[in-house]
Nanobody
Framework: QVQLVESGGGLVQPGGSLRLSCAAS????????MGWYRQTPGKQRELVATITNGGNTNYRDSVKGRFTISKDNAQNTVYLQMNSLKPEDTAVYYCNADVRSSRFFPLMNYWGQGTQVTVSS
């Protein structure tokens, strides 16, 4: 069993910063691509940023230059540093990870429970 535990969400004023963390725990042999998605009421969940074990990153256009994703492979943890936050960044942010529970098992995809980020004055 694998759990993804997110932390770091909250309320911040426009222009402020937050740092999200997501730690994978449980039966883990290795992690592969990890990332962050976000969702607002009535809308589909959308990709924010992903990062591979090799450090290759992918960002949605609206966060490029403001958000930075990073990964600690040894700790199976992914971070999202969010700077210059805007009201339109308000959403529930979800961690996502591809995890191998054993060297003999295939990669499986997992989601965290979500953490609320609210950008408002």
């Amino acid at each position: 069993q694998v759990q993804l535990v997110e932390s770091g969400g909250g309320l911040v004023q426009p222009g402020g910063s937050l740092r999200l963390s997501c730690a994978a725990s449980g039966s883990i042999f290795s992690t592969a691509t990890m990332g962050w998605y976000r969702q607002t009421p009535g809308k589909q969940r959308e990709l924010v940023a992903t990062i591979t074990n090799g450090g290759n990153t992918n960002y949605r256009d609206s966060v490029k230059g403001r958000f930075t994703i990073s990964k600690d492979n040894a700790q199976n943890t992914v971070y999202l540093q969010m700077n210059s936050l805007k009201p339109e960044d308000t959403a529930v942010y979800y961690c996502n990870a591809d995890v191998r529970s054993s060297r003999f098992f295939p990669l499986m995809n997992y989601w965290g429970q979500g953490t609320q980020v609210t950008v408002s004055s």
